[in-house]
């Protein structure tokens, strides 16, 4: 129905936004109607006749002359929609906003459509940029001993916990003083360290707990480097950042939200509660961050185009092939868009910590 709408305007907004104005004519407004009531038609029942066999009269009588108008635009929106939207803003992202803005018989229908778009921006001299933030890079002090003490005491009282309740199940309303705990803790020596996993004796326990802390320890230096050196990069881009791409990213994180507290065998909803938060405070609180996140996200595949840097094609193939594995049900041209894009940025970020 190429000739279904006419008057279309449009007109950018603050925040890469396209607000498309315009009307569904009178012509292609009848035929919509139409269609709205057959499609109403189909599911009333009405006493006296067959579901799907209500005469039109009865149908209008039953809904109303309004609703059956406000079906026919939904209907004629749904068909129309996306071909002005592809016309006028075909880089759009999120979801369009939709409004109805004139409704009546006998009359064109008025509609409004108010459209994300990637932001146009100019990089920052990146290069410069992360050049003098791994300058400050500050080395990851070694492991005292103390600290490896302090690993023990943790490891001695945990068991020290099991035992004493273990000792105690038939024993209502038992103390948990230190002093009632202090009874079970072990003795910390070869014997015991044997049976914490792969570790012959007290010294080779420490030995690889030192080891292990220390790439803890660097691993959680390496991430505050990297975020330091992002927000930077960040802090000097200006963008305008759609309503809509905000509104993706914060979906993103709530979604990730309600995985993560799943995986601990927990309700959202119980959870929400107990922190007394609603859904929407917490939308709030994280729409700060959701726009750094959005902003970091465009800048990163910006700085892919500039560099042609791409992920690598074997390790796509792998990561796509185990995800698909574990999650059997997902859309695999979903999988492997999030794999390209996810190993892609870690390219980005690891040229970016190379220009020290």
Do not use: C
């Not at 407004?29 to 009269?57: C, N, S, W």
């Not at 300058?135 to 005292?144: A, H, S």
């Not at 072990?186 to 010294?203: C, H, I, Q, R, Y």
């Not at 791409?245 to 107990?274: C, N, P, T, W």
């Amino acid at each position: 129905m190429a000739d279904a709408y006419t008057n279309i305007k449009s007109e950018k907004k603050e925040n890469s936004e396209v607000e498309v104005t315009g009307e569904i004519t009178v012509e292609a407004a009848a035929d919509y109607r139409k269609k709205a009531l057959k499609e109403i038609g189909k599911t009333m029942t009405v006493d006296g006749f067959r579901q799907g066999h209500v005469p039109e009269k009865i149908i209008i009588e039953k809904v109303g002359e309004a609703y059956l108008l406000e079906e026919a635009a939904e209907l004629a929106l749904k068909d129309i929609a996306p071909k002005i939207i592809e016309k006028e803003a075909p880089n759009y992202v999120g979801r369009p906003q939709i409004e109805i803005t004139k409704l009546a018989a006998g009359n064109p229908i008025g509609f409004k459509i108010t459209i994300g778009i990637l932001p146009e921006f100019k990089l920052p001299d990146y290069k410069k940029i992360s050049a003098e933030e791994m300058k400050k890079k500050e080395p990851v002090p070694e492991i005292t001993e103390k600290e490896i003490d302090d690993v023990i005491v943790e490891v001695r009282k945990q068991r020290a916990h099991h035992a004493f309740h273990a000792a105690n199940k038939d024993t209502p309303g038992h103390d948990h003083s230190e002093e009632a705990m202090a009874a079970h803790m072990p003795e910390f020596n070869d014997e015991f360290v044997k049976t914490l996993g792969a570790f012959e004796s007290v010294s080779d326990f420490r030995e690889k707990a030192k080891s292990n802390m220390q790439k803890e320890k660097e691993h959680k230096n390496i991430e505050k480097r990297r975020g330091t050196l992002l927000e930077a990069i960040v802090a000097k881009t200006d963008i305008e950042l759609p309503k809509a791409i905000i509104d993706a990213e914060i979906e993103r994180m709530f979604g990730q939200f309600e995985a993560d507290i799943s995986g601990m065998g927990l309700k959202v909803e119980d959870y929400l509660k107990h922190i007394k938060k609603t859904p929407e405070e917490l939308r709030t609180d994280w729409l700060p961050d959701a726009e750094k996140r959005a902003k970091l996200n465009l800048i990163l595949v910006e700085i892919a185009k500039t560099e042609s840097i791409h992920a690598d094609k074997e390790a796509v193939e792998l990561e796509v092939k185990n995800l698909a594995e574990r999650f059997k049900d997902v859309d695999p041209l979903r999988v492997r868009a999030y794999v390209e894009h996810s190993l892609t940025v870690e390219k980005v970020i690891q040229f970016l910590e190379s220009h020290a």
